[in-house]
């Protein structure tokens, strides 16, 4: 069964750092995209982040390009999610999601419906 267990979370300050990390076990690690989502509270998931673990390819959302940055220890089946300068508006549930990568694409990435399997999310609050 394939498990994916987040981790990290935690409230800080309008522009501190966190990071979270995403353990995937049970999958082919090595060639799947791995992406991280947030889910604020009334609104929709949207896709922040993608890593394609067999070239480290990434991707980012416009909301946190040049502040998130994603990477993965493909010998730990880990992926990370290094978010700076937090602000208020990044506060919700942050899930990672997993997919076998040939379908994950640029066209594809950021929706949540393209991915299969799903962690259980991490709450991340940012006080201003």
């Known amino acids: 069964e394939v498990q994916l267990q987040a981790s990290g979370g935690g409230m800080v300050k309008s522009g501190g750092s966190l990071r979270l990390s995403c353990v995937v076990s049970?999958?082919?690690?090595?060639?799947?995209?791995i992406a991280w989502f947030r889910q604020a509270p009334g609104k929709e998931r949207e896709g922040l982040a993608c890593i394609r673990t067999s070239d480290g390819a990434t991707w980012y959302g416009d909301s946190v390009k040049e502040r998130f940055t994603i990477s993965s220890e493909n010998d730990k089946n880990t992926v990370y999610l290094e978010m700076n300068s937090l602000k208020p508006e990044d506060t919700g549930i942050y899930y990672c999601?997993?997919?076998?990568?040939?379908?994950?694409?640029?066209?594809?990435?950021?929706?949540?419906?393209?991915?299969?399997?799903w962690g259980q999310g991490t709450q991340v609050t940012v006080s201003s």
């Open positions: 999601a997993a997919e076998e990568e040939i379908r994950v694409t640029p066209a594809t990435m950021m929706l949540f419906s393209t991915f299969t399997y």
């Open positions: 049970a999958f082919t690690f090595g060639t799947s995209g």
